[in-house]
């Protein structure tokens, strides 16, 4: 019989710490990405704004790469931190981790200033290697993707070794064996071929297995993890549906990846096959969402039917995060992707402001909430505090982010509807096309309204880091 999770036996420790490390790294990158969001966002408005000073492919360029890397920060963090508690033994080789962690992020600095300061002039061979790969989302020059390749196999080690050492629960066979995948994926972005679809063919594998499969999974082990640490979850039911998603969603999201394939050049068999398995992609995401809520429930129920008062609420602001999660998946990925994963949709709103739509809800309700989760669990093991409620900054931050991405998603949505009716449909998508429906008002209307939402969302991080950085303190008062 597995132990149960104490909650403070390994607060304090070595892991932990490194956890912490990550944590900071991570939300100083997630401040980083909502400033480029914002200069890109006014740039859409004012096309002048910094032009040639700090040009919007640069601002757009910086804002999603720092989203990729602080959310790859935060998942290292997260397992750090849940190591020790799951294994049941201190996690292994953590010098050696502390040492990854810092080559990682003087890499990191280094190529994010390389991005801001180093971006115009011609592309030579030596450019891919030394200045920029040239891959949405992943575009680290070749030197640093080598780099995280060590750093990653280094990280991995740790977690394997110490995965043999402690006791085996099925959250962690999940995750050691998820990491692999996750971590080989990287090696699908890495090598250059001259022709441009079999080039994208191949990009595919990175972003789209990462965040359609691989990293679904990831966030699956953590929410499992959390419901058994924060309201005492049974573990037994929440590694079942933990398994039954791995098989579901490895089912789905490998072949759903066609429908990234419809108009890059691969064959045609791939609108069929990418429809019909991207379209089943929200059953397992329905399936999570009912699975957190349903878990809450029956541990309440089975608790009040002993005359318990219910178990007792260990974090509120990570277990608030963990809900929004459930409901950030479902919309953001489920039905926001659902929308346009048809060929005979997707033909009309491919590449319009309806992806970006998409592209925000889905990263941020799958992603963004539930490692903002685990950073507040992470407060909470370093602080040792037995219990930790949402303080009203707590609550400040958890609404003006939520609702700062909600309106952001909202207006694009409209103005992605505007590009699908004029620029699309009416004008038949020329490049013409393209500048007249963003000069019209539903267009314009709703870019300033993205703007006003993502200065809401941005107070809302201020918020956010603030607590952070005092509830701890306040709590272990407060417990004291
Ligand atoms: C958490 C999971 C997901 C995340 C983070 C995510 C994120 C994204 C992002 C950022 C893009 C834009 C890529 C680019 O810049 O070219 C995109 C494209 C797309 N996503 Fe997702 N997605 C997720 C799940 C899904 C699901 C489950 C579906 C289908 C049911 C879906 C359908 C699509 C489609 C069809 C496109 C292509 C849009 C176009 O043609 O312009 N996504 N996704
Ligand atoms: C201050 C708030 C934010 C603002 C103002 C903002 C603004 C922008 C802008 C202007 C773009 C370029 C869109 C284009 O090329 O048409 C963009 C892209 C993107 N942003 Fe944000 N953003 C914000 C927050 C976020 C957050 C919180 C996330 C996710 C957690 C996110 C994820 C993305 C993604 C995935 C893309 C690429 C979408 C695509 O290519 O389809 N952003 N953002
Ligand atoms: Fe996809």
Partial sequence: MLTSIKTNEFAGSESK?????????AIILFGAQLLMGLIAAIQFLAPNFLFEVFDFSVARMVHINALVVWMLYAMIGSVYYLLPDEAGVETVGIGLGKLAFWVLTAAVAVVVLVYIFIQVGPGKESTIWLINE???YIEAPRWADI?????VLIFYWNVFATYMKGQKTG??????????????????????TDNISMDQYWWWWVIHLWVEATWEVFVGALAAYGLVKIINAKREIVEMWLWIEVLMLFGSGILGLGHHYFWIGTPEYWWEIGALFSALEPVPLVAMFVHVLYDWGKEQGIAKAEGKPGSVMKNGPAMAWIVTNAFGNFLGA????????????NIYTHGTQ??????????????ATILIGMMYLGVQGAYGIERMKATFKSKMAIFLITFGVIGMTIALTIAGYEQVLVERAELGAGWNAFFVAQDLPWYVQAQIWRTIMGVVTFVGFIYLVWDLLTIGKKEAKAAA
């Fill in 134 to 136: 040239g891959r949405e």
């Fill in 17 to 25: 710490k490194l956890a912490m490390m990550y944590f900071r790294v």
């Fill in 147 to 151: 780099g995280i390749v060590v750093v």
């Fill in 354 to 367: 309806f992806t970006a739509a998409h592209g925000h809800l889905a990263f941020f309700g799958a992603y």
């Fill in 334 to 345: 489920g039905i926001w992707g659902f929308f346009h994963t048809l060929p005979q949709v």
């Fill in 171 to 192: 959250i962690l066979t999940v995750l050691v064996a998820d990491l692999l995948a996750l971590a080989g994926l990287y090696l699908a972005g890495m090598f250059f």
